[in-house]
């Protein structure tokens, strides 16, 4: 998959000593040219990480030229000294990038509790600040540099044309468990070389963001530096987009950030199965939430589908604790295309088809309807397996 | 563990054919010969059994002569088919009970969405009758009689002197998994001999059961058919308890669902810990709770508690989405007593030591304290281990 880097934009990813493994990228630097607009969407977990925090007070807003990545170390629950070492890792990241002045926001992904080890961040961003490029490789280093438990990396882009000018978006995220609605632990970055005003590129975010980064789950744990940037430097020419311009930016971005979201379960530590939750006829778009959450979030729901086990029951009753009323007489339940439950009693079906349309595909689609009203969502989360207990016994120590 | 059997109870439990192992009991039935007041607390799942709708709608009350207990099949998701079989058992138990008039309650565990096997049922009831007995014997028969992948059945009893007789308190609980507060698939049947009037047994059932059941999980997940029974028969004599002589009879019930409680994380599927989780400084108990569900929740918790890994990171950020609002910087976290985060900050620990406490015994204690007021709540649950993967992924088919 080749991806149109936006106009503007350099970057690279090195291996700076923080990761054990010095064949993993650790740190990352992406600098904007001319100076770009940055809008953030961030963890709303009341224990948040010290970058979250620094990017939060700065964005929306404008005259940003760099954005400093590192992994294998969040900056989170390190009090006072936490904050100054983001402020002095985005300086790092604004001398790393050299001429002109602005500002630069960070991103930080890892073990939490630990103080960041400024001078490997701060060698390594001048390393990358000597092979900053804006080709596949660089953007791959870049997204590389985020990655923790991640198995792959994770882009997506799209172009478009916008008043007669070819506008890119370019995104790259991180994540595979302690993943959670409202956010998990992801770190998403989307360039654009679309002109954009701040105040746009926050809507535009905010507004995809929730329908996509916050409609995925792994494991219903929120991370403590969730952060979602989107920076537009403008550099495709032309006057901030608005109006119908501005919904196709917003289309197109609603795009990248969905396969981004979607490559993050996709990824999900020991998952063997990717689950589709489609939600509907509930009273409304947050009900509807609130009952996916609460199926994808049962490890009775997440083992079964790991066995190949059609086991509606454990379906049903996890709607029932969401806290959100609905007549359980009117709820039909379909598994990959069966019909498993209808209004109030088991449905007649083959248990042995069923369960071998779970084992033989790695994609299962679970449809839940009710009789309240045209509330809907789709949620995206993976089975639990023993692989996923393995790796989280194993990780820190 | 030797239980006084309160006086005037009868019980029994044989296997009738609903679990394929024909060791295994799966039918009780408990007699009153004197008849009984019952109270009873449920489910709040709006996905709830036939039982339970069955039970909930004759408790408080009095005059019930016989409580029918089945495991292997939960009568659950059944429709109006289910309450009628419902209702058909509980008419089947007053017939096996014999002489005399009254009502009976009925107690269903196992797998959702199947029809009761009533001919079974009703045969074994029979069987149960013929063999009633007031001794340890028969105790542990019913105990198991309610088992499903529990490996040990559960038993508590306590005796107290009031007004000058003495009352016996006997209780059996049956769970696993699907373990949630508010309540998790769990049955507790509690028999005393001691005389309550239905609005006093309800109280100090409805009491003792926010503290002691409501106050465990092993996964999660709600169950549809939690019901925990108590019945008094009075045929320890005396007039109905009142004023100090019901508080301390509250109490040793207090104390006998508390063991019956702990008993069910302590046989959590696959559990390899049992962690007792004390949260306290809240700004109410129901903030403590919301916290403490969180982090008892939290997979990326429990499989740090299984490995050994003293990850307070996971604690920290766990709290953080509770959903209730406090100052992190007045943060203490103790692990096995030691102190590993301490006013916003990491504490000097070491770790290996940490991790010993924890890999070496069972129990692993969290206390968890904010500065928000004081309000705490005692909560237990287990870890998470690959076998409890493993069980889930195949039990159903």
Known sequence: MSIAIPLGYRMSGVHCGIKRNATREDCGLVVSDPPAVAAGVYTSNLVFAAPVAFDRARTPGEGFRAVAVNSGNANACTGERGLADAARMADLAVAAAGEGTGQALVLSTGIIGEFLPLEKIGAGLKRCAEQLGNNQESLVLTARSMMTTDTVHKLSGRTLEVGGRSV???????????????????????????????????????????????????????STNDTVLLLANGAAGGSPLEGSEFERFCAALHEVCGELARAIPNDGEGATHVITLDVAGCASRDAARQIAQSVADSPLVKTAVAGGDPNWGRIISAA???????????????????????????????AAEVSASIRDQRDTRIELTFGEGNGKIRFITTDLTAEYVRLNADYHT
């Open 168 to 222: 890119r978006i370019a995104g790259m995220a991180k994540g595979a468990a302690m993943i959670a609605p409202r956010m998990g632990t992801m770190l998403g970055l989307v360039l654009t070389d679309a002109a954009l005003s701040p105040a746009a590129a926050q809507r535009a975010l905010s507004s995809v963001v929730d329908d996509t980064f916050n409609c995925i789950s792994v494991d219903g744990h929120m």
């Open 320 to 350: 029932g604790y969401a806290g959100v009323p609905f007549d359980p007489r009117k709820i039909q339940l379909k598994v990959n295309g069966f019909l498993l439950y209808d209004s109030g009693a088991p449905a007649a079906f083959v």
